[in-house]
């Protein structure tokens, strides 16, 4: 199960100098097991002992201020007193992703008819998605545990955060991805690494793969594998973020994309702690989940009101949230159960018109990711699911540069003319 520390160390004497130094977690405390509430200590651990559930990190927070956060630097490690980080992580080699903007999206909410609409723009982070968010807990995991190869399964952009962070921190990078992935996310990654691994199936074949590495290999950190309690907990900052562009204020509804369900699990823990810690006021908050069609396990489980996540063969354009058999499909359900939500899925043409929508009212580029949120929320809308009269933020989690095959024949054509006013005329524009 943990590949990080080898068999020496599992077997030595426990001493000061083989565990993690002292503070390596931060204000963490354990691992507790988010099924049957076992606990077990901060190390590379995944899944529990007793029942096999997964493991999640849990925190005894001191008084935290908002302008003790707000002191912070402008990215994730404002909010170092909430992640399973040191209090030196400022010092360490990292890509520093988030402190992203939230923009007002009035053009989009006129167009959606939702009266006070916002766009949390994750595609500026450092490799143009979310994951840099979670990939900067899950390095600074990897080098408190002594891994010596940082690693991941990835539908695309994982592999791109985890290749640039092991380049920056000088630390051997391995990627796995499905071999049928987009040719821009496929050199993205090939810029950053050397071993670029593509495998022929889909991405829960090399999920599987890797957690049979991890199992063999000593000193490996797959970071959505054995430090993926560690890695989740950077999904947060996206909550966290939220709440304090606002105004230190938490959204009425959030629309946020599902692949194995773990951000929107995030968020929603970072708006219970947040509200716990009193830096929000306590209200009630709507979250809502968006899948493809072509891969929408927990979408069909939300509308069946059925517990039972049947796993699929993802075929959708939405690539990057093509998990088939997601991971925390089961929790996003009891959010969006618990919060008034739903889990909601759109067709691929939905997705690539959700692109464009987003491209003509505010002038955002997103991936299929982005517009299947889109589409989502569009759908939501016209369904009268979502309340177009309270305050929304939709999340858009990467950038069309990196699928852009999947509109390419969506948008007109240059007008390629002759070098003369004369043929300029002629085009009409
Ligand atoms: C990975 C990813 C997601 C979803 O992540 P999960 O936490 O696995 O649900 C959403 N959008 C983009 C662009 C992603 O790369
Ligand atoms: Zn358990």
Known sequence: MSAVVTEADRTAEPSPASGPREGAFGNAVALVCRECRHEVGLGPYYACPECFGPLEVSYEFPAITRAEIEAGPRNIWRYQALLPVPTDIESSPNTEPGFTRLLRADNLGRELGIENLWVKDDSTNPTNSFKDRVVACALSAARELGAKVFACPSTGNLANAVAAA????????????????????????????ENLVAVDGNYDDVNKLASEIAGEEDGWAFVNVNVRPYYAEGSKTLGYEIAEQLGWRLPDQIVIPVASGSQLTKVDKAFQELIKLGLVEDKPYRVFGAQAEGCGPVATAFKADTDAIRPVKPDTIAKSLAI????????VLDIARRTGGAVEEVTDEEIREGIVLLARTEGIFTETAGGTTLAVTKKLVETGVLDPTKE?????????????????????AAATIAPSYAAFKATGI
């Open 166 to 193: 092991g380049a920056r921190a000088g630390i051997k990078t391995v990627v796995f991805i499905p071999s049928n992935l987009e040719q821009p996310k496929q050199v993205n990654s090939a810029i950053f690494t």
């Open 324 to 331: 088939g058999n997601p991971a925390d499909g089961i929790y």
């Open 392 to 412: 929304t933020v939709v999340i858009n989690t990467g950038h069309g540069l990196k699928t852009l095959d999947a509109v390419s024949g969506q948008v007109r």
